[in-house]
T-cell receptor
């Protein structure tokens, strides 16, 4: 089954404790992206990747890092989480060249992060 | 830059009634337009999209949307809703050639029996 898998589904942590949210897709998609969803703000893009070793900032990249060492994986790293990063996070993927050609995004089920 | 405004944060309707969820966008370039749906505790999935051609686009689950370039709108409609349509709906726009999909704030559709 074609899918985007995120882990963990729920995560509670404390300020400053490094964490990684994993994302993996089995569709051989070149394009992958991370979004955060906050009430009243919709989804905002954090980072995206056009292919292996190619990443770029979205609208809200501060406090986040990503890497793309393999095509299927696109982890989101919070080096020093803060309470304002409490949010619902979604990973998404699509065929190349991604949204600039109107490609459909496939979303993971989300990771609810709480930073205390 | 593109932006999207969904004019209603919540829309309550009765089962089998028609519904329209409104979406307006702004962009200085030609755009692609999308509607995504998020069922409770799930990720988003594509309902329909407009790339070019006919301005009336049909999607899954009986939904359709009409692209109106002069009014910069892309409203979503369904003639008769079901309880299972309860979800949050997101309008999104991507400028042609731009590597970013901009989402609206979302509209929560609640269907009452």
């Amino acid at each position: 089954e074609a899918q985007v898998t995120q882990n963990p589904r729920y995560l509670i942590t404390v300020t400053g404790k490094k964490l990684t949210v994993t994302c993996s897709q089995n569709m051989n998609h070149e394009y992958m992206s991370w979004y955060r969803q906050d009430p009243g703000l919709g989804l905002r893009q954090i980072y995206y990747s056009m292919n292996v070793e190619v990443t770029d900032k979205g609208d809200v990249p501060e406090g986040y890092k990503v890497s793309r060492k393999e095509k299927r994986n696109f982890p989101l790293i919070l080096e020093s989480p803060s309470p304002n990063q409490t949010s619902l996070y979604f990973c998404a993927s699509s065929l190349s060249p991604g949204t600039r050609a109107g490609e459909k995004l496939f979303f993971g089920s989300g990771t609810q992060l709480s930073v205390l | 830059a593109q932006s999207v405004t969904q004019l209603d944060s919540q829309v309550p309707v009765f089962e089998e009634a028609p519904v329209e969820l409104r979406c307006n966008y702004s962009s200085s370039v030609s755009v692609y337009l999308f509607w995504y749906v998020q069922y409770p505790n799930q990720g988003l999935q594509l309902l329909l999209k407009y790339l070019s051609g006919s301005t009336l686009v049909k999607g899954i689950n009986g939904f359709e949307a009409e692209f109106n370039k002069s009014q910069t709108s892309f409203h979503l409609r369904k003639p008769s809703v079901h309880i299972s349509d309860t979800a949050e709906y997101f309008c999104a726009v991507s400028g042609k050639g731009a590597q970013k999909l901009v989402f609206g704030q979302g509209t929560r559709l609640t269907i009452n029996p």
